[in-house]
């Protein structure tokens, strides 16, 4: 699929079917979650795959959004800032969040590409999944992300206007500066 596909098809999904997604698909997805950015070079995220029911169960539970148990794959998406801090002080924590979001968008990519479906969780109880995984307490959960064929088609997504977004030189100036100093209108609006 062309880029601009994918993009067009990425959609939270919350309700699967009971196919379960190959291991291989997944860790492919994985493998592009690592072509990310990352501050310096650095790659401080591991992928914790969960398969099995009953902990599914559990990361429902944990995350109070039930639908969660529906999927048959989970891939927790962790991170370690120690590295990062050590170099970037405390900047690094925060170079650690952004390079995280962009591993999870070409994750959630990639799962579109391959034909699955996913949902980027980012509220659950940390302390109950880092117990019951065994996952260090120094460890970031950064998302959950369930996985599997979708139940239904998704819904047009909201798409906010690209004019609602963007600002010129300064905040609240919504307008870009002329290229050339004469003509018809010294300030035209950049969508119009």
Not at 10 to 23: G, L, M, Q, V
Not at 128 to 140: C, N, S
Not at 145 to 158: H, Q, T
Request: with cysteine; proline share 5%.
């Amino acid at each position: 699929m062309d880029l601009d596909t994918v993009i067009e098809k990425r959609s939270s999904i919350r309700t699967f079917t009971s196919k379960t997604p190959s291991w291989k698909l997944v860790l492919e997805a994985i493998d592009t979650a690592n072509q990310a950015p990352f501050a310096g070079n650095h790659n401080n995220l591991k992928f914790l795959i969960i398969e099995n029911g009953e902990a599914i169960k559990k990361l429902a539970k944990f995350s109070n959004q039930h639908w969660i148990a529906e999927a048959s794959t989970i891939v927790l998406v962790l991170s370690d800032d120690t590295h990062l801090e050590n170099i970037y002080g405390t900047r690094g924590r925060v170079y650690s969040r952004q390079q995280a979001g962009a591993a999870i968008e070409n994750f959630l990519l990639k799962i579109i590409d391959l034909g699955l479906s996913a949902c980027w969780v980012g509220a659950y109880t940390d302390e109950l999944i880092k117990e019951i995984f065994e996952i260090p307490q120094h460890i970031q959960i950064e998302a959950l992300i369930p996985i599997g064929y979708a139940k239904e088609k998704p819904a047009k997504k909201r798409k906010k206007e690209l004019k609602n977004s963007i600002y010129w030189e300064k905040w609240g100036n919504d307008k870009k500066a002329p290229i050339l100093k004469e003509g018809p209108d010294p300030n035209p609006s950049a969508f119009e």
